[in-house]
């Protein structure tokens, strides 16, 4: 027997996280988080929120970039885990059908009318990947088009549908996609006129920036797809699983079908890594089209019994508590509260979103004292105003959230949606304060300012 102790483990060693981070992986993550004042050290979770050692909570707002939708350490996910490594089921033999995979690849598929199988892999790229080679492989078309400012994860085939330069850059040559502008229809029918087009893939809302396609767009570009012999594919990555107030974004357009969706993140429970392709039956049967073909497209723990186990508690949390219906309520009443602040503040600029998904963008104000302000800020780096807010946030409030995008004025909130109206309020409370304090005489950036310089300074 192994005298292996992970608590006592953490207990003697914990204490180096920043500094074992820094020696043994991205070195650039610590200096960040300390530049920002963000290194805090969080003891345990629970819900929407996060505690550190003395018992100070802090409101996740962010649920770890959309993985932790059903929230942290939830009971039944927890309990799923513990009764399958309990079982010690035959697992990943290889040579064998078990059942977790189809009861859920079932449930799934209940909630998806019209997809008819599916794909497990591990992550979103990984979802993304294998929507890519099906579509290729389904239509024998080699090119995939994409939206501008899109993100579809970072492995090689779904960076080349990234529409962030910031991420491709040093990484090429990429395949050759192509990008359109987000809704607009004639350009994606210029493309299409090539022949030569397998897909075009889309988030039903861009995750950087938080824009949603116009109303309207997900069906006319599908109708346009198929008529030129291409393929609708559907990145729900992070808008999937309730995250909008529909249980796939997609679903907001009553008459939208896709061909592919992609899904991951809060499918996870926050737990074991797990993703999901659906798709068409005849998508399905052009990839594994004979027994010669049965592995042509595999991973080395996709279906595992753990994520398997999560994936169907989640899907239960999910259904039994009424997550999708909750994130719709509310994320309303969050717009709703923040929209009325726009009247309020010079520099807020707008409110957008759907469900539990929210972009809160600032802009050039009109006052001439404000527009100094604004324009120093702008000529140090596009994105500072945002990330001036962002920081009092969690310094002052605990309150953890992000800016949306390098060199955007836009924050995000993709909180657990197991949040309700005292997290709505204790947000709203602490955005006007640091909004009054950003319109009332610049102590906030200089405040702002100093920080970053000191921190700045301490991590040379």
């Not at 909570?57 to 885990?81: I, S």
């Not at 291409?230 to 974004?249: H, K, N, P, S, Y």
Request: aromatic share 8%; proline share 5%; charged share 25%.
């Amino acid at each position: 027997m192994s005298d292996f102790d992970l608590n006592e483990l953490l207990a003697e060693r914990g204490a180096e996280r920043y500094e074992l981070y820094a020696r043994h992986l991205n070195h650039q993550q610590p200096r960040m988080l300390r530049t920002i004042g963000f290194d805090k050290v969080y003891e345990r979770a629970e819900g929407a929120h996060l505690f550190d050692a003395e018992g100070h909570d802090y409101l996740d707002m962010l649920a770890g970039f959309g993985v932790m939708g059903v929230g942290r350490h939830h009971p039944v996910v927890r309990q799923a885990l513990h009764d399958v490594l309990e079982a010690q089921l035959a697992d990943l033999t290889r040579f064998d059908c078990p059942p977790l995979p189809g009861l859920l690849a079932e449930r799934l598929l209940a909630h998806a009318p019209g997809m008819e199988r599916v794909y497990f892999g591990n992550s979103g790229t990984e979802a993304v990947e294998t929507a890519l080679k099906f579509a290729r492989c389904a239509t024998g078309r080699r090119r995939v088009l994409y939206c501008d400012h899109a993100f579809h994860g970072l492995t090689t085939g779904s960076l080349s549908v990234n529409g962030e330069d910031s991420f491709r850059r040093g990484f090429g040559p990429l395949l050759p996609d192509t990008a359109v502008p987000l809704g607009d229809l004639p350009a994606l029918e210029r493309e299409l006129r090539s022949g030569d087009v397998a897909a075009l893939i889309v988030e039903p809302i861009q995750g950087k920036g938080v824009h949603p396609t116009p109303p309207g767009f997900l069906s006319a570009a599908r109708e346009l797809l198929h008529r030129h012999g291409a393929l609708l594919i559907a990145d729900e990555v992070q808008t999937g699983l309730g995250r909008t107030g529909d249980f796939f974004a997609y679903q907001h357009e009553a008459d939208v079908q896709p061909d592919l969706v992609c899904v991951a993140k809060a499918l996870s429970g926050g737990y074991v890594p797990v993703s999901a392709t659906l798709g068409k039956e005849w998508i399905f049967k052009k990839v594994f089209s004979s027994m010669d073909r049965v592995q042509v497209h595999s991973a080395s723990f996709g279906s595992n019994a753990q994520a398997m186990a999560a994936g169907l508690a989640t899907l239960a949390v999910l259904e039994n508590e009424d997550l999708t219906s909750r994130a719709r309520r509310t994320g309303d009443m969050l717009r709703s509260r923040l929209a009325d602040l726009v009247g309020d503040y010079e520099m807020l600029k707008e409110v957008r979103g759907r469900g539990l998904m929210t972009g809160i963008e600032f802009g050039r104000p009109k006052s001439l004292g404000l527009r100094g302000r604004w324009t120093m800020l702008q000529a140090a780096r596009k994105g500072l105003f945002a990330q001036m807010v962002v920081v009092p946030l969690m310094q002052r409030h605990r309150i953890l959230t992000q800016v949306s995008g390098d060199e955007l004025e836009v924050i995000k909130l993709t909180p657990p949606l197991v949040i309700g109206e005292p997290e709505v309020e204790r947000f709203v409370g602490a955005f006007k304060e640091i909004m009054d304090e950003a319109h009332d005489g610049g102590g906030l950036m200089w405040e702002f300012g100093r920080n970053l310089i000191k921190q700045a300074a301490a991590n040379r």
